[in-house]
């Protein structure tokens, strides 16, 4: 009778069904998600490199002018960091402008992905600086004064004053752009124009791609960018203006699958996206483009030998 009670059970053990065995507390406590694990695009924008109009401290906007060595230099120091982060494109964007097509090639060329779809369209060109194109942005703050200078500049909504349409930088006068509707060829843009302008081929043209999975490469200008950074994420009006792109440095985004951004480790300020780069020489790019307009305040000369020193310093005397 013993000895059958000990056969039933161990039969009933042998049927127990097994549970999972629990793992030991502290190696659960190291197991983590990645923040990005959700992710299911990316976007890299890049600024173009310096223009030649750049290097003369002009307003360029839809002028189409070519990089410098300098600008050359910057495209291919972003696309070096584009290849130690890893990141393999499967098409890209890029405006009508030849300053951004060149850095995008630059890009494509150091990264070994020439064979990259590439999309252009005016709708990411610059902002249209109307009457100001071609002026020295310092020459601008001596004739109209640094407070105007500024609120053409960095306001939100204030535009320059118009071009003329027999004037040269008007866009309609280029056939470039005879397939644009006249109505939409801009004489002058502020900030929000050219957000308004941008942002139709942001959701037409690139979130598709973005809902498809798809890493996506912008190379473009530093309003166009603004806007569609701005669009990401849900900056405010007021915020935005004072949002510096250096040129040439990647700002990478990952998403998840309703398109929101990932807050990046490396990233600060307003962006959930990262600059991809050294911190401390992006923090000084971005300084050098927010004082484009500063004119040096010296107490000690009078009105006329500090306008002919900004002058000289302006003409590069």
């Not at 230099?73 to 494109?89: D, Q, R, S, V, Y």
């Not at 402008?97 to 369209?121: C, E, F, W, Y």
């Not at 990411?124 to 053409?152: I, P, S």
């Amino acid at each position: 009778m013993a000895l059958r009670a000990a056969l039933l059970t161990t039969t009933a053990c042998a049927l127990q069904p097994k549970l999972p065995t629990r793992a030991p507390s502290a190696r659960r406590s190291t197991v983590r998600m990645a923040w990005n694990d959700q992710a299911t695009c990316k976007v890299c924008f890049v600024r173009h490199g310096q223009s030649e109009w750049n290097a003369k401290n002009l307003f360029t906007g839809w002028a189409d002018v070519p990089l410098t060595i300098l600008g050359k230099n910057e495209a291919a120091a972003g696309a070096t960091w584009i290849w130690k982060e890893g990141l393999e494109f499967d098409v890209a964007y890029t405006s009508e402008l030849k300053r951004a097509q060149q850095t995008l090639k630059l890009v494509m060329d150091i990264t070994g992905q020439n064979d990259l779809t590439v999309h252009k369209s005016w709708r990411l060109n610059e902002r249209m600086y109307g009457a100001l194109q071609g002026l020295n942005k310092k020459e601008t703050v001596l004739k109209y004064g640094d407070d105007q200078v500024q609120l053409w500049r960095r306001s939100f909504d204030t535009p320059p004053p118009p071009c003329e349409l027999d004037s040269e930088y008007w866009p309609g006068n280029d056939n470039k752009y005879a397939h644009v509707p006249e109505e939409d060829v801009p004489r002058s843009e502020c900030l929000k124009d050219t957000i308004d302008r941008t942002l139709p081929y942001w959701d037409g043209a690139i979130v598709p791609a973005l809902k498809r999975g798809k890493t996506v490469l912008i190379a473009a200008h530093g309003n166009s960018i603004r806007g569609m950074v701005k669009a990401l994420d849900n900056i405010g009006d007021s915020e935005i203006v004072g949002l510096e792109i250096p040129t040439g440095v990647p700002l990478l985004y990952h998403l998840d699958a309703d398109l929101k951004p990932l807050k990046d480790p490396r990233s600060f300020g307003l962006l959930s996206g990262a600059f991809l780069g050294d911190p401390e020489e992006i923090k000084a790019a971005q300084e050098k483009v927010a004082a484009q307009t500063k004119v040096e305040d010296t107490s000690v000369e009078s009105e006329e030998e500090g306008k002919k020193r900004i002058l000289e310093e302006a003409r590069g005397v």
